[in-house]
């Protein structure tokens, strides 16, 4: 199957598994509880079959379903976003798989006067929509990228930080891109990553810290539940 195709049959079943969610929250206030509940199992069987599909072809969220970002995100939101990344002015930092900007704005906002925020995803859409919200919010420090983030085009050790949020699952080879995201940041830099369970593509946090690991990554601190984490890692050192 195609790539096209495989994106379509991923946001088919997100929204057939929300449809059903929905569907069986209204029957359970109509009190129609076998309904309901078969309604759930429907829910429960979309995303096991998305769940299935992300590993066995993982593709990016496409633009066409772009609302889903800008439902709240609890654990991931902005706010505790910047405050477990950190951003200071003067910094450069990175993030992949922007999205329309919903934590890429704030974070170019706290790296004024003399940061820099470069944003990579692979579809242009996406960052067309990004940099139109931020010519809105007179944010002129942001730096998009078109590109694969197994393939970063970036110089080594070129940043400070870099965070990816419910983004990791979706590239296809993530351990190349977290291999590249090494070479890139400092000696001494943040990578901040957070998944949540819902999301078809999540990685759980001990597949997480042992693919990092195997990239030179050492967890330093987690936030928030199992289902629901963010978690901050530093380079290893490397050997002589």
Not at 16 to 40: D, M, P, V
Not at 50 to 68: A, E, Q, T
Not at 136 to 153: I, K
Not at 212 to 220: K, T, V
Request: aromatic share 8%.
């Amino acid at each position: 199957m195609g790539r096209r195709a495989s994106t379509v049959l991923k946001a088919g079943l997100f929204h057939a598994e929300i449809a059903a969610w929905l569907l069986a929250l209204l029957l359970t206030i109509a009190t129609e509880f076998r309904w309901a509940a078969a309604s759930a199992l429907v829910a429960l069987g979309a995303h096991a079959a998305g769940w299935l599909w992300s590993r066995r072809s993982p593709v990016p969220m496409p633009y066409f379903v772009r609302w889903v970002l800008l439902v709240p995100r609890g654990p991931h939101s902005p706010a505790r976003v910047q405050r477990l990344l950190q951003p200071r002015s003067g910094e450069r930092i990175l993030e992949i798989g922007p999205g329309v900007g919903i934590h890429a704005l704030p974070i170019a906002a706290a790296l004024r006067p003399d940061g820099v925020l470069d944003v990579l995803d692979v579809q242009q859409e996406m960052l067309d929509d990004l940099m139109r919200r931020a010519a809105r919010s007179h944010l002129t420090n942001v730096v998009p990228h078109q590109g694969d983030a197994q393939h970063l085009p970036y110089p080594d050790a070129s940043f400070d930080a870099a965070y990816l949020i419910s983004v990791l699952g979706e590239i296809p080879d993530a351990p190349a891109a977290l291999s590249e995201l090494r070479r890139v940041l400092k000696p001494g830099a943040r990578l901040l990553m957070g998944e949540v369970l819902i999301d078809p593509d999540f990685i759980s946090l001990p597949t997480l810290k042992a693919m990092a690991g195997a990239a030179g990554f050492a967890l330093e601190r987690q936030s928030g539940p199992r289902f629901a984490y963010a978690a901050v890692f530093r380079p290893m050192a490397l050997a002589a």
